[in-house]
């Protein structure tokens, strides 16, 4: 086994403990909304998108059209255009046929760890692919077993409908290395909760992740040396 993909497979460890849980919960969902095995699997398959997912079977358990779903996840999915322009920088030259399985691979997770080092995936496609598609399977593998075994597991006893948000905060912490980084992250959680649920359609997260995007900026801005001027946050102090 090569250095990359033993980094690789390092490196998805956390997602892939997150993934298994989530992807229980969402075969648990899709067969309750009235999908098939073979129906869930697929989507896994071939969406491997979760909030898209989620958002999809219960769409079509509350008996909504195909047209409908399709639109609305392709629109919670545009995301995904912003993030592979992202990382498409740090793979200048890259053959198509290479490049379109690791643009079709990319998740919320994978981007923000491949994004919190970007030394490890600079002209390392295989790295990045490697961590993608070892999160795939653990997605595809937990949705699996959700269809197969969900009717005989209390999913609410093992606080898995929690597992997406404490997987998020797992690759928040991971990120946060300087104290410019804890301020940003401060601030877009009190903005979120100030605004919770004085704006419709979860529009709190988003004005929270573009305010606390300005107000890094703006305080980036504000310093001149090659580091920003902020200084690390040690390990043993966070």
């Given at each position: 086994m090569?250095n ?15 993934y298994?849980?989530v992807?229980m919960?969402?075969g648990v ?5 009235g ?12 969406v491997f998108a ?15 059209g195909v ?6 996840t ?5 995301r995904?255009?912003?993030m ?6 740090y793979?200048p030259?890259l ?24 030394s ?7 790295y990045l692919?490697?961590l993608?598609?070892?999160a795939?399977?653990?997605?595809v593998?937990?949705s ?9 597991i ?7 409908p929690?597992?997406?948000?404490a997987l998020f905060?797992?690759?928040l ?7 410019l980084?804890?301020?940003?992250a401060?601030?877009?959680g009190i903005?979120a ?12 997260i ?19 040396d ?5 200084p690390?946050i040690?390990?043993?102090?966070r």
């Amino acid at each position: 086994m090569s250095n990359t993909i033993r980094e690789g497979l390092k490196a998805a460890f956390p997602i892939v403990l997150g993934y298994l849980p989530v992807g229980m919960a969402y075969g648990v969902l899709a067969r309750s909304a009235g999908l098939s095995v073979m129906e869930t699997t697929g989507m896994s398959l071939f969406v491997f998108a979760g909030a898209s997912q989620f958002i999809a079977v219960s769409m079509l358990g509350a008996g909504a059209g195909v047209y409908s779903v399709v639109l609305t996840t392709f629109v919670v999915n545009s995301r995904h255009m912003l993030m592979t322009s992202a990382l498409a920088r740090y793979f200048p030259g890259l053959a198509l046929k290479k490049m379109i399985p690791l643009s079709g691979q990319v998740t919320d997770e994978s981007f923000a760890l491949a994004m919190s080092d970007t030394s490890r995936i600079a002209g390392k496609p295989d790295y990045l692919l490697v961590l993608q598609m070892t999160a795939y399977g653990a997605w595809v593998t937990g949705s699996v077993a959700g269809a197969l075994f969900g009717s005989v597991i209390d999913s609410a006893s093992f606080g898995i409908p929690f597992a997406m948000t404490a997987l998020f905060i797992c690759l928040l912490v991971m990120q946060v290395t300087k104290r410019l980084h804890l301020v940003v992250a401060v601030t877009a959680g009190i903005i979120a909760l100030g605004l919770q649920g004085v704006l419709p359609n979860n529009l709190h997260i988003i004005i929270a992740a573009v305010g606390a995007s300005a107000v890094g900026l703006w305080l980036s801005s504000r310093r001149t040396d090659s580091d920003n001027g902020w200084p690390e946050i040690e390990v043993g102090n966070r």
